[in-house]
């Protein structure tokens, strides 16, 4: 296994030599460059209807990851990777309270293994590297749903081969519902729909091609729901859009066109302590927003743009209908979330270059550090170089502190709970956090996935 890291590590270190940071920046400025260009061409391009995956109780449900076709619009058909064959996969639901019992087989080419992000489960479920089965294998998850309604989401963790998994197509949602959230009675049924944001490289033949630089994989085509170029229908009616970042390297600043703000009411770990009206959302990778979108006083006939503002891309066009939606709940919510308290200890981690955390790479086999069950502890991450930096933590939400340097705050979407936080250049961002549910082996890890196949990352225990 070490051999093989090594390997990896020189290929990945080649391409670093070929392309400086400037150049890596250059290659992602350009793409995106050259797809506006394309769409400035077209006045009118060609709209495909957006794909919405199929929704799968999470439980007794058998999750498949293989080879397959995918028809991503206007005739475009591509090789990709998938989960039950959709891409992105299916959206898996779940009540708080509930158990969730999922088959994971692998008929793949290589191995892998599916990891939970965000959902707070013991060891043997989270979906480690070293539980990672062969081609033809099959792996089995039983666990209980401890946490507050939000959208979480599931994904290869395969060491090494993560970033290659992810972007050949394997994603998915995973909707967890509460009594707090069911009394809101916010949007539902065709009125809440999921958006899986990412990017993708086509080659010549139209599949998906994964090329990555040590400095990440930046693809010169946005997908939502695996869907290019995509419209949405909606009616003259609140909507509830789940929203996420499934890109493997690109940060999104998401806007709407129309001065047309989105209502925030929930992040990563589910409602926030009260919504709030925002023009801007800035999502790294592995984030989530929830939001909603009153469509009620527009024209019919209005047409609405999507887009992420960093790469200046069209993502999706909301087409208001004619058929008007009357709305019996609220735009406004609020959610009251137990601070933490003061931290027994602190903890600082550097994330430094492309491939270490605290001056170190990944080693499957070993503890990095300890951590006692239902201890609150502080945790520092200070970027050194090569950011961004999407910090993910296995095993618990965490609450946000402080954000100093860089940016130099925090926003409306860090408040509440976290899985993800970004961590940006010249930023050092500080957490609280507590493991209360479970003993075992967890991973912290740079989400930017070439980061993390690299060696960016690392084993804690919880005991």
């Not at 495909?48 to 439980?59: D, H, M, R, S």
């Not at 401890?146 to 050949?168: D, N, S």
């Not at 997908?223 to 909606?234: C, F, K, R, S």
Request: aromatic share 10%; charged share 15%.
């Amino acid at each position: 296994m070490k051999a093989m890291k090594t390997q990896q590590f020189l290929r990945l270190a080649l391409v670093a030599a070929t392309f400086t940071l400037v150049s890596c920046e250059k290659e992602w400025n350009e793409s995106s460059a050259s797809y506006s260009q394309n769409q400035n061409l077209r006045t009118a391009p060609a709209r495909n209807p957006l794909f919405i995956p199929p929704a799968l109780a999470a439980n007794g449900v058998t999750l498949t990851a293989a080879p397959g076709t995918t028809t991503l619009g206007s005739g475009s058909v591509t090789t990709s990777w998938e989960y039950n064959g959709t891409l992105p996969g299916p959206t898996l639901t779940a009540d708080a309270g509930t158990n969730v019992s999922v088959l994971f087989r692998n008929d793949l080419p290589e191995p892998c293994i599916t990891h939970w992000h965000g959902l707070v489960v013991s060891h043997n479920n989270d979906g480690h590297p070293a539980d990672a089965v062969a081609p033809g294998g099959t792996y089995s998850y039983n666990f209980p749903i401890i946490q507050r309604a939000g959208l979480y989401w599931y994904h290869p963790h395969t060491e090494m081969l993560t970033g290659k998994q992810v972007f050949l197509g394997l994603a998915g949602g995973f909707v967890v519902r509460d009594a707090e959230e069911y009394a809101l009675n916010l949007p539902g049924g065709g009125y809440e729909v999921p958006l899986v944001l990412r990017d993708a490289t086509l080659d010549k033949s139209g599949n998906i091609k994964y090329q990555p630089s040590a400095g990440g994989m930046f693809g010169k085509i946005p997908l939502v729901n695996g869907t290019i170029n995509p419209y949405l229908d909606v009616d003259r009616a609140v909507y509830r859009f789940r929203i996420l970042n499934g890109s493997n390297s690109r940060v999104m600043n998401i806007s709407l066109t129309n001065n047309v703000p989105f209502i925030l009411i929930g992040n990563d770990g589910g409602l926030l302590p009260s919504s709030s009206n925002q023009t801007t959302l800035l999502m790294s990778n592995g984030e989530r927003v929830d939001v909603l979108i009153d469509f009620r006083a527009m024209a019919s006939g209005t047409r609405i743009m999507l887009k992420d503002l960093n790469a200046s891309w069209d993502l999706l066009e909301f087409r208001v209908g004619s058929n008007q939606v009357s709305y019996g709940g609220s735009l406004s919510t609020t959610s009251a979330i137990q601070p933490l308290g003061a931290p027994v200890t602190t903890r600082t981690f550097t994330f430094d270059a492309m491939s270490k955390i605290n001056g170190k790479e990944y080693d499957m086999n070993r503890i990095d550090w300890t951590v006692p069950l239902g201890q609150t502890e502080k945790w520092v991450f200070i970027a050194n170089g090569n950011g961004p930096h999407p910090v993910h933590i296995h095993g618990a939400s965490f609450q946000v502190l402080s954000r100093t340097g860089g940016r130099g705050q925090l926003f409306p979407w860090e408040a509440g709970w976290k899985d993800t936080v970004l961590l940006e250049d010249g930023e050092t961002v500080s957490v609280l956090v507590r493991f209360d549910a479970y003993r075992g082996i967890y991973l912290m890890h740079c989400h930017k996935l070439e980061h993390e196949d690299m060696g960016m990352m690392a084993n804690f225990e919880v005991l």
